[in-house]
């Protein structure tokens, strides 16, 4: 009997954990845990300016934060808003959260929209150059594709990767990454020495410092010492830049080796060849990115402004 | 005879609270299943033949709409504009968005090219989960893949995709909203309509 007794009580508070437990990984995920305070805004641009705080009693949560996001819907049509919530970890400090409108995820940082002021001629080259790489580029790619074997192909670019060496070293440098730099420069001697730069043995081995994989450039340089885009710019030909990457573009140009060679033609020609040599996997991106979307246009410039933000960041 | 009967029904209770929380499943289980069930169907020799491709095109969209949740990635990137559609058009909307990702993104694979997806760690916020994988392309460079999860209908459910940390949702954002400024949802809706057609139309010539 005492046997019985046991067992159902241990089976009873088993259930009973079982249960708290689930109910407590439910609160966990669910949005509802204890709301503290709403912050409402009207816009994103002035989010904190005109934002409200509104206390909401712990009981029935999710009533009143229907009627009171009726209520903000009411004075503010397009109101976007956080809430501020506790989790049901006491332990845990305030999260921002977004909630029941789901329109941003954890990011609750605002995104300011690219500043294009010159839209129209951007829009302008870019279907000027979307023509020209598809009609133009692409096929005479696909003619070097055919005429040329991979190991040429992937040699040129590993040379190309291997003279571009001086633009990636100094920014280093001039980004305070001295590790970086370390790597840089042990990268091309490595490369040098083993192949004259036509094969890349040394992106096999492991870094002292993570690398960014596209390198450090001048672009990315402004950027680190915090100056902004400006406005942004289609370039003929170049395809998307911005103001501070078109600088950039200028100092990453006078620390291409490339450039002093003589006379300019000879210059220009291997420049060109190098260039031209390294967009196979440029166009079929290009195409991947273009192809999907609605507006290709805004696509290519959101894609391109973002991709320009992570690598300064890495 | 009473108190064994008690006993049964606790025990009962005891094995069903068990099984629920069997059914709670990890978002990046998930995803797993999802991906693997998609690189087999990329895999088998049935893809490889054109004849059978889109046969086992369709049932890869299948098991892409099981895993994403195009209301949840229109609703995103569409953004504050999102409450002025009615319910038929957001519908519509998400529909045509469905398709449109799946026309261009999935049907684009050619096949299997030796592509090795590797988990890369995992970030959590309150109820929203992003689990960071890596593609590892055939000649050695490595893409990084990005799946945002939310839970829904007892599982976890993608509603955002970041290559390269540039989000999808974001990308079709900016577009969108640019769009919504002068432009009705229906237009925007039979612009995405059209552009999902002109995609599936170009992967029938291929």
């Not at chain 1, 845990?92 to 029941?100: F, H, I």
């Not at chain 2, 953004?79 to 957001?90: D, E, H, L, M, S």
Request: aromatic share 12%; hydrophobic share 40%; with cysteine.
């Amino acid at each position: 009997m005492l046997n019985h007794k046991v067992f159902s009580t241990f089976l009873i508070l088993t259930l009973l954990l079982t249960f708290s437990q689930a109910v407590w990984a439910k609160d966990k995920h669910s949005p509802n845990a204890k709301i503290q305070n709403v912050l409402f805004a009207p816009k994103a641009g002035d989010l904190f300016a005109k934002g409200a705080i509104v206390v909401i009693p712990k009981s029935d949560i999710q009533k009143t934060l229907t009627a009171n996001q009726k209520a903000v819907n009411a004075i503010f049509p397009q109101g976007s808003f956080i809430v501020r919530s506790r989790g049901m970890n006491s332990g845990d400090a305030p999260k921002d959260v977004s909630l029941t409108d789901d329109l941003d995820d954890y990011d609750t940082v605002v995104e300011t929209p690219v500043y294009d002021p010159w839209e129209k001629w951007n829009r302008f080259w870019f279907r000027f150059n979307d023509k020209f790489y598809l009609k133009v580029t692409k096929p005479v790619y696909r003619g070097w594709e055919y005429i040329t074997p991979k190991p040429v192909r992937t040699g040129l670019k590993n040379f190309l990767h291997n003279t571009l060496f001086p633009v990636r070293f100094i920014n280093n440098l001039l980004q305070f990454r001295f590790k970086g730099a370390g790597v840089e420069f042990s990268r091309f001697m490595m490369n040098t020495m083993c192949s004259a730069g036509f094969a890349d043995p040394a992106s096999k081995k492991k870094t002292i410092v993570p690398m960014d994989d596209i390198g450090e450039d001048f672009g990315q340089t402004l950027g680190a010492w915090g100056i902004g885009h400006g406005p942004y710019i289609v370039w003929p030909f170049l395809g998307p830049s911005s103001l501070r990457e078109t600088v950039g573009a200028v100092g990453d140009w006078f620390a291409n080796p490339a450039t002093y060679l003589e006379p300019w033609w000879v210059s220009w020609a291997t420049k060109l060849t190098l260039r031209f040599n390294a967009l196979d996997r440029v166009l079929p991106l290009y195409e991947d990115l273009t192809g999907a979307a609605i507006d290709p246009y805004i696509s290519m410039r959101d894609a391109y402004i973002n991709f320009r933000n992570n690598h300064v960041k890495k | 005879m009473r108190h064994f009967k008690l006993q049964a029904l606790i025990l009962i209770l005891f094995f069903l609270c068990l099984v629920q929380k069997a059914w709670a499943i990890e978002p990046r289980q998930a995803l797993e299943g999802g991906l693997n069930q998609v690189l087999d169907l990329i895999k088998s020799p049935a893809y490889a033949d054109p004849k059978t491709r889109s046969a086992q095109r369709e049932k890869i969209a299948v098991i892409v709409k099981q895993n994403f949740d195009f209301y949840e990635f229109s609703l995103r990137t569409v953004g504050p504009k999102w409450r002025q559609f009615t319910p038929a058009q957001q519908k519509d909307f998400s529909e045509a968005f469905g398709d449109l990702l799946i026309n261009t993104y999935v049907n684009k694979i050619d096949g299997y090219n030796g592509e090795q997806i590797s988990y890369a760690g995992e970030r959590s916020g309150k109820d929203r989960t992003e689990i960071m994988t890596v593609v590892a392309m055939k000649g050695g460079k490595k893409i990084p893949v990005a799946y945002r999860m939310l839970p829904k209908d007892g599982t976890w459910k993608v509603y955002d995709v970041l290559v390269e940390g540039i989000s999808l949702v974001k990308n079709y954002r900016s577009q969108f909203q640019d769009i919504l400024n002068s432009s009705t949802p229906e237009q925007l809706i039979e612009r995405i309509r059209s552009k999902a057609n002109e995609a599936k139309t170009s992967h029938a010539k291929s």
